[in-house]
């Protein structure tokens, strides 16, 4: 069974540092990872997407790469700021979408 | 944006009561999917549709039906509400891929309190 852990659980940081977010799933036979933000009472947004050929996406100061051989995910948030205070949710693609159980996040100023 | 709608947003019911929510896209994607979103249990599938009419069961279904007879709308029922479906809902579609499954986008949400 496919399962998804998001390590640290909870992360708070000032404003301005670098970020690694770490995911980690149990089976390499994936057929994409994804990326999500979610504030608050509100939906998920959907951060970057890595099918299983690639090895890392970007999207302004985000940076997710893919090491399926290891079972390994990482998000790299750059030159944190207090709106990128959420939480971070990934979620592997097998026949299914499996989450992680996510990173909260706070950067204060 | 991938213009999804949930409705309603939020929901008290009674013990016993039937709900039905409701999951609307404007894009005509062919996939959709109902997830609910508890405290330790991240995110589950409940159900998830692969066309008009056609759908089938994921993780944690009991309890719940679904129907979808046009493209851009998917319901939720719960026939007889339980204390325990007291969740919040997302609804979600699948923009397909190239090779492979799709990508996910979700809705807003719908907070269901079952009293």
């Known amino acids: 069974k496919q399962e998804v852990t998001q390590i640290p659980a909870a992360l708070s940081v000032p404003e301005g540092e670098n970020l690694v977010l770490n995911c980690s799933f149990t089976?390499?036979?994936?057929?994409?990872l994804q990326w999500f933000r979610q504030d608050p009472g509100k939906g998920l947004t959907s951060l970057l997407l890595?099918?299983?050929?690639?090895r890392e996406q970007t999207s302004g100061r985000l940076n997710a790469s893919l090491d399926k051989s290891s079972g390994r995910s990482t998000l790299y948030i750059a030159a944190s700021q207090p709106g990128d205070s959420a939480t971070y949710l990934c979620?592997?693609?097998?026949?299914?979408?499996?989450f992680g159980t996510g990173t909260r996040l706070q950067v204060f100023p | 944006d991938a213009g999804i709608t949930q409705s309603p947003r939020h929901k008290v019911t009674e013990t016993g009561t039937p709900v039905t929510l409701r999951c609307h896209q404007t894009e005509n994607h062919r996939y959709m999917y109902w997830y609910r979103q508890d405290p330790g249990h991240g995110l589950r599938l409940i159900h998830y549709s692969y066309g008009v009419k056609d759908t089938d069961k994921g993780e944690v279904s009991d309890g719940y039906s679904v129907s979808r007879s046009k493209t851009e709308d998917f319901l939720l029922t719960l026939e007889s509400a339980t204390s325990s479906q007291t969740s919040v809902y997302f609804c979600?579609?699948?923009?397909?891929?190239?090779?492979?499954?799709?990508?996910?986008?979700f809705g807003p949400g719908t907070r269901l309190t079952v009293l």
């Open positions: 979620a592997v693609h097998t026949d299914k979408l499996i």
């Open positions: 890595i099918q299983s050929s690639q």
């Open positions: 089976d390499s036979a994936i057929y994409n």
């Open positions: 979600a579609i699948g923009r397909t891929l190239a090779g492979g499954p799709n990508e996910q986008f």
